[in-house]
């Protein structure tokens, strides 16, 4: 099949894709379809629950392996949208539906990318795809469930939209649990040890702290209070506060290193719910950055989280498609997007992989 009839089917899949209601924990029906598309080619798939695996023909155990990576299920529609989420229709050049965007537009033009490669002989590296489920609710079925069923993977390209620009790092993410304590009592007394109170200055900490280490690709580590409750009824002064801290990690930190840093440090009690959302980066010469900015791609450090944040090996964000459309309502791709995206992964990899 030429190209463009390759990438014809690829825009196919992803209307049918977009009709099929695939939240995270219920992608089965959109693996079936993604199963359906790669048979046409007569491209044999792996099931693993919702995940979708296939090789390149040629196949060779004594070579390293790339893994082209991206996600089928999506968001719940939210209460603005005014089109039908599931009804995949072109206006003026725009795709619209849910998942479009995140991550439909770069799925299916790997997918596409991959079927390009399938057949091609003596490439320096195995192909693996995955067209992997959960990765909006970091689920435990999602690639991270996945990979240790897998090959080794040496580098990975992971599809979120990225405007086709090489995202060559990725901020980590933390969440914590803060308690900030008092003395409760009633209000009409007297009470020096009041938690609401003592919060301020625990805010401020939070608001003013700066850690050290910058990063050239992802800037400073940013840390924000985004939840905060306490009080049960007027008259009471509550015994404590509780108060929800994100913290978005440079590739100059582990996330290790962040809780151990803000445990010793912060003005009151911390618990981390995770460490395992790490900071990923390529180094900016490796071959496949190299060959992007060949073709004239920019490089920048991705604040968003995504499936690479599972990975051990250098990777790289790259994909068709605008971040700040992400869960957005109305969602959409442009459809020059993704044939431009198919035809720039292709030439891509062509650097990197002949």
Known sequence: MNQTKLIESAIELLKELISIESFSKEEDKTADAIQTWLAKFNVPTERDLNNVIAKNKHWDNSKPTLLLNSHHDTVKPNTAYTKDPFHPHVDNGKLFGLGSNDAGGPLVSLLATFVHYYHAENLNHNILMVASAEEENAGENSLRGLLPKLPQIDVAIVGEPTLMQLAIAEKGLVVFDAIVKGTPSHAAHPNADNSIYKSIAVLEWFKNYKFEKTSEALGDVKMTVTQISAGSQHNVVPAQVDMVVDVRVNDSY??????????????????????RLNSSKINIDHPLVKSGIALGRTTYGSPTLSDQAALSCQSLKLGPGDSTRSHSANEFIYVQEIEEGIDLYIKILKGFLQ
């Open 254 to 275: 582990s996330n290790k290193e962040i809780a151990d840093l803000l445990k010793k440090d912060a003005p009151c009690e911390l618990k981390e719910r995770s460490l």
